[in-house]
């Protein structure tokens, strides 16, 4: 998408510190890390949110993922990670290409962890969400 700056980078119209590439996948430093190595793992083709994203593209991701992951143990040797993306304005999601934030983690580095990010589900009740599912 032309005003896309994560297609921008995936078109080398913006530079970027490549870790990992294939057909389908770019995965490259983030510009403001959060952590050492901190890395994003985008689809080379456009897509808001993985809900938007080609299912065939969609399993490309954590492949890659993993292949990112090793490079790290290589490179960075970290004591553990946290993976994940943020998904729409709701989610924190800034960019609107889908990335994967790899997130490398040091025993000690003061981090939180994927519980830290949202506690809003103090007085639901579970059995009755479970309903919901059917
Ligand atoms: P979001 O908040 O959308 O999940 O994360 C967007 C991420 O993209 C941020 O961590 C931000 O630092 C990173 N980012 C934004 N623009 C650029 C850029 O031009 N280059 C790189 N390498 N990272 C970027
Ligand atoms: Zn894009």
């Not at 399993?59 to 090793?70: D, G, I, R, T």
């Not at 025993?107 to 639901?124: E, L, W």
């Amino acid at each position: 998408m032309q005003d896309c700056i994560f297609c921008k980078i995936i078109n080398k119209e913006i530079p970027n510190y490549t870790v990992y590439e294939d057909s389908h996948v770019l995965a490259f430093l983030d510009i403001t890390p959060r952590a050492k190595g901190h890395t994003l793992v985008i689809p080379k083709v456009h897509a808001e949110t993985l809900l938007d994203l080609n299912e065939e593209i969609a399993k490309e991701l954590l492949p890659a993922v993993q292949k990112v992951m090793n490079r790290m143990e290589a490179v960075l040797k970290p004591d553990g990670y946290n993976v994940g993306w943020n998904h729409a304005e709701a989610g924190g999601q800034v960019v609107p290409h889908v990335h994967i934030h790899v997130l490398p983690r040091w025993n000690g580095d003061g981090g939180g962890n994927m519980h830290s990010i949202v506690d809003s589900a103090s007085d639901v009740d579970v059995a009755e969400v479970a309903r919901l599912f059917g």
